[in-house]
Every structure is written in C-alpha cells, then in structure tokens.
C-alpha cells in the first residue's frame, strides 16, 4: 500500500510558476510509474504528466507539454511537477498517483489556481 499527500498549490496570476509535491510513504516507491493528474470543476480527472521507475523517460498531455516539468527522486519517495507559463485554464486540484492510477492510493491534491 502507498499513501500519497501533494502539496505546493495556491493562488498564482497567468504566466507565473508553482512546484507541485507529492510525498509518498512505503519503501516501494522506486517501483512505481508515477503520474499527475487533474480535476477541474465540472470536469473529469485528466492525466497530466507521468514519469517512469528510473526518471528518465517522461510523457506529457498535449495541453501542458513544454510548459510543465515532471521529475522524481526515489531517495526522498517524492515526485515533483514543475508549472511554469500557467494559464487560467490550468486550474484545477492535481493529484499525484502510479500510473496508471489506483484507486485506492487517490490523495486529496493540492489546489492550484490561475488568475487572469
């Protein structure tokens, strides 16, 4: 079992950055594909970005790609998501989770929001 707690969000004006964090417990992190994921209101959970065991293969949803930076470090149990030129659109509560997801390990995310 992994427990998973993303924090780093908060209000941010269009363009600006945040760094998201997501702490996982358990001594089988370096085992997991990790992912980002996010839910804007109204919408469905979409994914976001997702990193492999080691760090060295990432892959991004259109919509952020250039923009966010997904990165690992296995020592610490932590994933971290880097958001920089944010847009209004990106709004939402992200949360951090293997990919692909399972259900149980969803955390409460952390909200980010973008003003314009």
């Known amino acids: 079992q992994v427990q998973l707690v993303e924090s780093g969000g908060g209000l941010v004006q269009a363009g600006g950055s945040l760094r998201l964090s997501c702490a996982a417990s358990?001594?089988?992190?370096?085992?997991?594909?990790m992912g980002w994921f996010r839910q804007a209101p109204g919408k469905e959970r979409e994914f976001v970005a997702t990193?492999?065991?080691?760090?060295?293969?990432?892959w991004y949803a259109d919509s952020v790609k250039g923009r966010f930076t997904i990165s690992r470090d296995n020592a610490k149990n932590t994933v971290y998501l880097q958001m920089n030129s944010l847009k209004p659109e990106d709004t939402a509560v992200y949360y951090c989770?293997?990919?692909?997801?399972?259900?149980?390990?969803w955390g409460q995310g952390t909200q980010v929001t973008v003003s314009s």
């Open positions: 358990g001594r089988t992190f370096r085992l997991y594909v």
């Open positions: 990193i492999n065991l080691s760090g060295g293969s990432t």
């Open positions: 989770n293997t990919s692909p997801a399972k259900e149980t390990y």
